[in-house]
């Protein structure tokens, strides 16, 4: 059976080293330490991320940013964000 090449085109990573640099990686430009990646799908960092939860009790919706909540680590459950209901003070709890 043929091995087949796979639909993404590899990537190469060099790492920088005590030795001098093989000439392939000065002809691409790059120094030692950098990396050759190409991006294939942008995605947003972590704190940038909007995070949608909704009260239990009095049913406000919110919208909030990571950087506006507290970040609770549960090994059990999973962790999760928590975040004070503006109209009645309970916490909303939605998976981190």
Known sequence: MAASTPPFPTITVHYGSLSPAPECIWERGLSYGE??????????????RVYRGACRTCHTEIEFERHEAKYNVDQRDGDYLSIRCPTCSSDILVAA
Do not use: F
């Open 35 to 48: 990396m050759s990646v190409k991006v294939i799908k942008q995605g947003q960092k972590p704190e940038s």
